[in-house]
């Protein structure tokens, strides 16, 4: 069992950055797409940010000019740096790894909470 661990939450200020983490247990090449979402009480889990083999990345029109999701297919780790990050930004953040079957693992999620 493929396991997705996220780290690297906290409590940062607005206009303030982060860098989350996505370690994948096994190779990261088993997947279709790796993608972080996002959730905030009381609304839906949400696309924030897709990673792809080939072809360039995707993000959500919120985050577009602020969040860049990258990896590193050494150590099967995918992050997001967020950057001039905002109070709409606090949720649990978590990582979904595609396979070719459509089927996904998810991670366990970490908080982001943007606050002053």
């Known amino acids: 069992q493929v396991q997705l661990v996220e780290s690297g939450g906290g409590l940062v200020q607005p206009g303030g950055s982060l860098t989350l983490s996505c370690a994948i247990s096994?190779?990261?090449?088993?997947?279709?797409?790796v993608s972080w979402y996002r959730q905030s009480p009381g609304k839906q889990r949400e696309l924030v940010a897709s990673?792809?083999?080939?072809?360039?990345?995707q993000y959500a029109d919120g985050v577009k000019d602020r969040f860049t999701i990258s990896t590193n297919t050494e150590l099967n780790t995918v992050y997001l740096a967020m950057n001039s990050l905002k109070p709409e930004d606090t949720a649990v953040y978590y990582c979904?790894?595609?396979?070719?079957?459509?089927?996904?693992?998810w991670g366990q999620g970490t908080q982001v909470t943007v606050s002053s």
């Open positions: 096994g190779s990261i090449f088993r997947y279709t797409a």
């Open positions: 990673v792809f083999p080939t072809g360039p990345s």
């Open positions: 979904l790894g595609r396979e070719r079957d459509g089927s996904g693992d």
